[in-house]
């Protein structure tokens, strides 16, 4: 498994693209605004995008890929998500008055684009490998997800506050070897960040002493203009390990 990273910042601007990351070739998890770096060739590759849950930075380019690319394939995407995040996508986004709905076009027996729920808990395998989505506490329904290669694996937190859950299951994978996990507000956020049900460096220093596992940690979600900021918050929080901030473009292979 190669997971590229073609966005993790919580905004825009300059250099910064918001998540998405790209598994072998043909795979995304999130589809933010980092998507749209990606060539029309890779596009066309792409079958699956595993969505963590319907806010705007996780998957504005969804539906650009699919106008730009759909009549180029031969089979449509699937939208990999929880029911509820679904149910989102079809009412508020791929409603024929913010997007048309693809899952019509050309028509319902043919479409470009196709739904598939999933269950939290349930993995998904795909040519060996395997996407399992893993609990959340965010403000919409949401999930995280374990990529399992068999011989290592990599957990995404996605969206998520305080989350007990998440560590009940990550602390259960014998073959942990990298977490992303976010952390979108400083300290002095604090307040929003338990009003947004996100995580703040003080918060990440509570949440990793849940986890017993030692895996290459990353730091992903940072917004833009607190990077430094958050990271020498983190660094001050967080002892026993030494969180990094997450690159576009690292490739992290397992």
């Known amino acids: 498994m190669k997971l590229r990273i073609l966005g993790c910042s919580g905004g825009i601007g300059g250099n910064f693209r918001t998540t998405s990351?790209?598994?072998?070739?043909?795979?995304?998890?999130?589809?933010?605004?980092?998507?749209?770096?990606?060539?029309?060739a890779e596009l066309c590759l792409i079958d699956h995008v595993f969505v963590t849950h319907s806010h705007l930075d996780h998957i504005a380019c969804i539906p650009f890929m699919v106008d730009s690319v759909g009549f180029m394939r031969k089979k449509p995407l699937t939208i990999y998500a929880i029911e509820p995040t679904l149910e989102i996508l079809r009412q508020h986004l791929f409603n024929w008055k913010i997007w048309p709905d693809f899952t019509q076009i050309p028509d319902a027996r043919a479409p470009l684009m196709r739904y598939q729920a999933i269950k939290l808990g349930q993995a998904v395998e795909l040519q060996g490998?395997?996407?399992?989505?893993?609990?959340?506490?965010h403000v919409v329904p949401a999930v995280g997800y374990q990529l399992d290669s068999g011989a290592a694996s990599l957990v995404f937190s996605g969206d998520t506050t305080s989350n007990d859950a998440l560590w009940e299951v990550v602390n259960r994978i014998s073959n942990l070897r990298y977490l992303i996990i976010e952390?979108?507000?400083?300290?002095?956020?604090?307040?929003?960040?338990?009003?947004?049900?996100?995580?703040?460096?003080?918060?990440?220093?509570?949440e990793l002493l849940k986890l017993k596992a030692t895996p290459e940690i990353y730091i992903t979600h940072l917004k833009p203009g607190e990077?430094?900021?958050?990271?020498?918050?983190?660094?001050?929080?967080?002892s026993g390990t030494s969180p990094l901030m997450l690159q576009n473009g690292q490739v992290f292979e397992f």
């Open 129 to 137: 490998r395997k996407i399992r989505a893993l609990p959340a506490n």
């Open 227 to 238: 990077v430094e900021l958050t990271m020498q918050e983190i660094s001050a929080c967080v």
């Open 183 to 206: 952390t979108a507000f400083s300290n002095e956020e604090k307040e929003l960040a338990l009003l947004s049900k996100h995580l703040c460096p003080s918060l990440l220093a509570q």
């Open 21 to 40: 990351m790209l598994l072998d070739n043909d795979v995304l998890i999130d589809a933010g605004t980092g998507v749209g770096d990606l060539s029309v």
